[in-house]
């Protein structure tokens, strides 16, 4: 069965830093990935995801991520993180027929 | 207005009564889903739609039921309301594709005592 992992339950960062959040998934074939954000008191919104081409995509309000097949990883990067960007992140797996599985989530804090 | 709306947006309730969380969606998609958010356990599936026809559980349906009344409302509801039943409860929808983006709704936060 599909799982995905995300390893990091809190994560605090200062303004201006960057960030990495991470995420490994299990998937017997092909995995269509994805990274979700919640906003405090708000539903999650799709930032980014990927399921076939360049290992590398991009997604918006400057977050990015990339597949690495052999680590079975697909870890979210950001190179400067503004205060607006605290929230909580899920990392999502699903693929062909099956349903999307959710990670535990990240939540991340921005010090000033 | 949102996409994908949700009522009530909070409930406290009592241990026994029966609750039902509504779903709509303006989005046009056949698929539907409610999950069950708790801390550190982040999105479990509670059931999942994918046409009026077609009803499935998820991975934590005991105690729960749904309803698709239309293309774009699906409800939940609670027979018999428990306190391990106090959560954040979302409803999402989807395209007819499984790369598709799923919209979510803001959120029933639901207490029970």
């Known amino acids: 069965a599909q799982s995905v992992t995300q390893p990091d339950i809190h994560i605090t960062v200062s303004e201006g830093a960057s960030l990495e959040l991470r995420c490994n998934y299990s998937y017997g074939a092909t995995p269509y990935l994805f990274w979700y954000v919640q906003s405090p008191g708000q539903g999650l919104q799709l930032l980014l995801k990927y399921f076939s081409g360049d290992t590398l995509v991009q997604g918006i309000k400057g977050f990015e991520a990339e597949f690495k097949r052999s680590q079975s990883s697909f870890n979210l990067r950001k190179p400067s993180v503004h205060w607006s960007d605290a929230a909580e992140y899920f990392c999502?797996?699903?693929?062909?027929?099956?349903?999307?599985?959710f990670g535990q989530g990240t939540r991340l804090t921005i010090n000033p | 207005d949102a996409d994908v709306t949700q009522t009530p947006r909070n409930r406290i309730t009592k241990t026994g009564k029966r609750i039902m969380l509504e779903c709509s969606q303006t989005k046009g998609h056949d698929r539907m889903y409610w999950y069950r958010q708790d801390p550190g356990l982040g999105l479990r599936l509670i059931y999942y739609s994918f046409d009026v026809k077609d009803i499935n559980k998820g991975e934590i349906s005991d105690g729960y039921s749904v309803s698709r009344q239309a293309q774009a409302k699906f409800s939940l509801s609670l027979e018999s309301a428990i306190p391990n039943q106090t959560a954040l409860y979302f409803c999402?929808?989807?395209?007819?594709?499984?790369?598709?983006?799923?919209?979510f709704g803001e959120g029933s936060r639901l207490t029970v005592l």
């Open positions: 999402a929808s989807q395209t007819g594709e499984y790369t598709g983006e799923l919209f």
């Open positions: 999502a797996v699903g693929g062909g027929a099956q349903k999307l599985v």
